[in-house]
């Protein structure tokens, strides 16, 4: 089993930045891909981005491409995402997710999700 634990949601302004922290404990070394989804109001969840445990491959959706970048720390068991240049409909919850043999852009291919962090950005 794997555990993730989010962090780092809050209330920002348009234009504003923030960073998201997923710490994974348990059995990290099954992870093959962490992935970050967001769901927001009243919509489905959708993918954000995805990076390999192990290795530089990244892969972004077209909606924050240019914007946001994840990040790990495989020493702390740590995944990040920096969100910049936010807008008012980057505003959901964000969950992180791991992936045992997948690194893509589909939800049910992850095996482990956290509870989810709260991000709004107001206009």
């Known amino acids: 089993q794997v555990q993730l634990v989010e962090s780092g949601g809050g209330l920002v302004q348009a234009g504003g930045s923030l960073r998201l922290s997923c710490a994974a404990s348990g059995r990290t070394f099954s992870i093959y891909g962490m992935g970050w989804f967001r769901q927001g109001p009243e919509k489905e969840r959708e993918f954000v981005a995805v990076?390999?445990?192990?290795?530089?491959?990244?892969y972004y959706a077209d909606s924050v491409k240019g914007r946001f970048t994840i990040s790990r720390d495989n020493a702390k068991n740590l995944v990040y995402l920096q969100m910049n240049t936010l807008k008012s409909e980057d505003t959901a919850v964000y969950y992180c997710?791991?992936?045992?043999?997948?690194?893509?852009?589909?939800?049910?291919?992850?095996?482990?999700w956290g509870q989810g962090t709260q991000v709004t950005v107001s206009s």
């Open positions: 997710a791991a992936a045992r043999g997948y690194y893509g852009p589909s939800g049910p291919m992850y095996d482990y």
């Open positions: 990076i390999r445990w192990s290795g530089s491959s990244e």
